[in-house]
């Protein structure tokens, strides 16, 4: 457990990378400081080599003379030439046939090799740089210097030093590296640790916050601060989580009792009315009147339920659209005659309002628009004065459809307003179960349009009436379709 938490791994993560870059970087100073430290001595070597050639085979004129054969009067001004600049560098000069004329007592018997490639590079006038070793194998750099006259050679000079110095700084240099790099490491790692733990220490505390919070107490919310980071930008976005979580336990609080209430009316009514017939109805009249009074609560109970699993179906995303062409305006005429056919009864007058100059065309679903519309419409009915008026209107606005219910019935309060399209809520003037609604018809008409990618809006007034007005896109809703083909 204590290897899985996020201050082990970011602290392993830390350590993991700056052994990488302490490693890069110690790789690094080694390499630069060795060719720093070689490319000193090349150029102090080839310094030393210059210098010898311009003053020892250099006469008067400016020529250079050759040194074919020893001449001790030549070697002993060249061994006080080195020691007069208080060289350490080891000194040997070749004639043209590659043999030994003078060397620097500090040489003794020991020769500087000429190797084949120095020889080769010689042939071309060229300098060459090599490793050798001496005679006690200490490393050596060695400096094959070609003297030249007229394009041809004169002498060869060797000047050679030793490396010990330079090995021993590069290995004291690697010995620092490896001796302090982990200590650093250790020093760093817990340094990590502690930053580590001090970083999380919020989010420990918004996890042992947020495991007080259930459904019980969704009101408690996350001490937010006054920091406007990462952490507390993500406690705002968790508050407001939990505040959509408290309304959605609302709604489904609601819903429950809401359900449960109109369900057990019409359950209520069954059991009374039965139990009376048992007891005292005799007629089969009477027997009959009850069993057509039931019939009437288990269909309510049936268009309850149908309501809701339609609903239920819809937010979960299994109750698919089949859209396709469909001719508005016929549908709105279909639905006029329907509505002319209901209004008779308490001779409220319907009528159709064809704001357009021919048939309407538009992609959604036939049945849902139909069942849409039909609500509407029938709310408009019911809730309309006898001798009232219902007026069904149809427009286009740009590339879209634009339809109005109005009525001029008992209209609705404005503090209702936001609530009408709520499941199960219904206006206190309207609680009348003789209307024989379910509560969930305008929760119903605001899936169908949502759907539809449309808009509705109302507007309403008590006592004068009230006006829907849809809008829906003539192509559909783009969105909807995207999404069911994906």
């Not at 008590?462 to 809703?477: E, Q």
Request: glycine share 8%; proline share 3%; hydrophobic share 40%.
């Amino acid at each position: 457990m204590f290897c899985r938490s996020i201050r082990f791994r970011l602290t392993l993560w830390y350590a993991f990378t700056l052994a990488v870059v302490l490693a890069a970087s110690g790789l690094f100073w080694d390499i630069y400081f060795s060719r720093e430290l070689r490319e000193h001595h090349d150029t102090r070597l080839y310094l030393v080599a210059e210098d010898i050639a311009n003053l020892y085979f250099e006469d008067g004129r400016g020529a250079r003379l050759p040194l074919d054969n020893a001449d001790p009067e030549r070697c002993n001004s060249l061994e006080e030439y080195v020691r007069l600049h208080n060289w350490g560098e080891l000194v040997q000069i070749l004639n043209r046939d590659g043999s030994v004329t003078c060397a620097s007592m500090n040489l003794r018997k020991y020769r500087l090799p000429l190797s084949k490639q120095a020889l080769l590079a010689a042939t071309n006038g060229q300098p060459y740089f090599e490793m050798a070793s001496s005679e006690s194998k200490i490393p050596l750099r060695l400096l094959t210097y070609p003297v030249l006259e007229k394009g041809q050679i004169v002498s060869l000079i060797q000047v050679a030093i030793s490396l010990s110095e330079v090995n021993r700084a590069v290995h004291h240099l690697r010995l620092v590296l490896l001796t302090f790099s982990p200590l650093v490491l250790l020093g760093l790692s817990f340094g990590g640790w502690f930053l580590a733990g001090r970083a999380l220490s919020p989010i420990l505390r918004i996890a042992r916050e947020a495991g007080h919070i259930d459904a019980e107490n969704l009101t408690r919310r996350l001490p937010e601060g006054e920091s406007n980071d990462e952490l507390g930008q993500m406690v705002r976005s968790f508050n407001l989580m939990l505040g959509r979580l408290e309304e959605s336990f609302q709604k489904i609080k609601q819903f429950s009792g809401d359900a449960s209430h109109e369900l057990r009316t019409p359950l209520t009514i069954l059991k009374g009315e039965t139990e009376v017939a048992l007891r005292w109805a005799k007629s089969p009249d009477e027997y009959r009147n009850v069993l057509e009074s039931n019939i009437e609560e288990i269909n309510r109970m049936e268009r309850i339920l149908e309501d809701l699993l339609l609903l239920a179906k819809s937010e979960a995303g299994e109750l698919p659209l089949q859209n396709a062409a469909l001719s508005l305006s016929d549908l709105l005429q279909e639905l006029y005659l329907q509505a002319n056919f209901l209004g008779e009864s308490r001779r409220i007058k319907v009528l159709l309002h064809l704001d357009v100059d021919g048939e309407v065309r538009i992609i959604g679903d036939e049945l849902r628009l139909r069942q849409m519309f039909l609500n509407l419409i029938v709310n408009g009915i019911k809730y309309t004065p006898e001798g009232g008026r219902v007026d069904i209107g149809l427009g286009l606005d740009d590339s879209n459809v634009v339809v109005s219910i109005k009525d001029n019935g008992i209209g609705i309060d404005k503090n209702h307003l936001p609530h009408i399209y709520d499941r199960f809520y219904r206006v206190d003037a309207a609680r009348n179960r003789e209307d024989g609604g379910t509560g969930l018809g305008l929760a119903i008409v605001r899936w169908v349009v949502d759907a539809h990618g449309g808009l509705i809006n109302v507007v309403s007034k008590p006592g004068a009436g009230t006006i829907f007005t849809v809008k829906l896109p003539i192509g559909g809703n783009a969105a909807y379709r995207q999404r069911q083909e994906n």
